[in-house]
């Protein structure tokens, strides 16, 4: 079993992860963990609070020595931000100081006005808080553990940037073994140059106008073993376990894997991968598909083949030309709050897409693979790998 929680609010003392069930003897350095939530800080696109931040993870608890214990692992990513708002947001006092102002005229497409309204707050700031992206730094602590442990099963993720607002890339044929280099290179994280300065320009737009945009993510896995997930119980489908994890990131509005919604427009000849018995194994499969219309899985399970998923992120709800509201003090029409904000974090998400798809891959790796230390989840691993070669 593998927990993860998350704590923290945006303008909070920090942003803190709670991941319960990591295997004792992972290796770890900070940098495993530093390196991608400075990516996520990245891409053009972001607002004056990514010029505020430099997020690094204090580890709490759950590891000595640059191992894990096996014991739950807590860890922490300060706001730095804290100290412009300490007044505002002190656990004990009421609201002080300039930013204490109410938060009355909820934005369209936030949570504050549900939100305000389910909890019986006054302030809509009760609920943005925790409610903001800034969620998202926990889950990419959480996600580089995670993908510290796959890559002790040779399994990499990678995403990268497809769409922002109507600009479209060219990249299905990038390889995956080049994803990462050439998405890290772009400012929007896109591996076509020509897209990615069209992305930017659309982006620099946006902001001209005072408005934002959203856009698609692809995220990708190699390297699974077949079996991961299973077909016999809605909640233990890997598929199903992908969307959900990718629909609880911030903004997200669809997942599709493989050719997902593309695929309706298929006959079923066209659209099932034909399978072949191949001279080599890969992750122990000589049982090939010689096609991935299916994006690696079937039946709720790993097939062994490249994991493919398509996530579309909407456009960020805080706008600099606000959209029509209510005050919820008077109930007159007024305008939306206009606050400090991102005009696109599509490029941030492929990081935290990314993230989100290690730590489910890594849950599904250890409920199969399950052992108290990594040592005996790669022998529990090999076995699995040699009873599949044999087949
Ligand atoms: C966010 C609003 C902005 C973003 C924030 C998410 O923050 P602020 O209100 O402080 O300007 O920068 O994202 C992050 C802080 C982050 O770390 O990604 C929102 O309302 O969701």
Redesign the pocket.
């Known amino acids: 079993m593998l927990v993860y929680y998350s704590a923290g609010e945006?303008?909070g003392r920090g942003?803190f992860c709670f991941l319960d069930g990591i295997p004792a003897g992972l290796q770890l350095q900070p940098e495993d963990i530093n390196f991608w939530l400075a990516e996520?800080?990245k891409g053009y696109g972001?607002?004056?609070?990514?010029k505020?931040?430099k997020?690094e993870v204090d580890v709490l608890s759950g590891m000595r020595g640059g191992i894990t214990l096996g014991s739950p692992l807590l860890l922490a990513v300060w706001?730095r931000?804290f100290s412009n708002w300490q007044e505002a947001m002190d656990p004990w006092e009421p609201s002080r100081g300039e930013r204490a102002e109410k938060f009355i005229q909820p934005r369209p497409g936030?949570a504050d006005l549900v939100g305000a309204l389910k909890y019986n707050h006054d302030d809509c700031r009760n609920i943005?808080e925790r409610?903001?992206?800034?969620?998202?730094?926990a889950r990419v602590a959480a996600g580089a553990v995670c993908r510290k442990l796959l890559g002790e099963f040779g399994v990499g993720v990678a995403a990268h940037v497809v769409q922002i607002g109507p600009v479209k890339a060219d990249v299905d044929d990038v390889p995956s073994s080049e994803l990462v280099e050439r998405s890290l290179k772009s400012e929007v994280r896109c591996c076509d140059p020509g897209a990615s300065a069209e992305m930017k320009a659309a982006i620099k737009q946006a902001k001209q106008d005072k408005d934002s945009l959203g856009g698609v993510v692809e995220i990708r896995s190699w390297g699974l073993p077949p079996g991961l997930g299973s077909h016999t119980q809605w909640d233990r489908k890997l598929d199903a376990r992908i969307a959900r994890a990718m629909m609880s990131i911030?903004?997200v509005k669809g997942v599709q894997i493989g050719l997902g919604f593309e695929g309706a427009g298929l006959p079923g000849s066209a659209f099932h991968d034909e399978i072949v018995y191949a001279d080599e194994a890969v992750a122990g499969m000589r049982y090939r598909h010689i096609s991935n219309n299916a994006g690696g899985t079937e039946g709720g399970m790993s097939t062994g083949e490249e994991m493919r998923v398509r996530i579309v992120k909407k456009p960020?709800?805080?706008l600099m030309q606000p959209l029509r509201s209510v005050n919820m003090e008077t109930k007159e029409p007024t305008v939306a709050v206009r606050?400090?904000?991102?005009t696109c974090?599509v490029p941030?998400l492929a990081i935290i897409a990314e993230a989100a798809l290690a730590i489910v891959l890594a849950e599904a790796f250890i409920e199969r693979f399950g052992g108290d230390s990594v040592q005996e989840m790669k022998r529990n691993y090999d076995g699995y790998i040699q009873a599949i070669a044999a087949r």
């Open positions: 945006s303008h942003i996520r800080q972001r607002g004056g609070r990514m505020i931040e997020d706001n931000d936030h943005l409610a903001s992206a800034r969620e998202t730094a911030q903004a960020i709800a805080t606050e400090r904000s991102d974090a941030a």
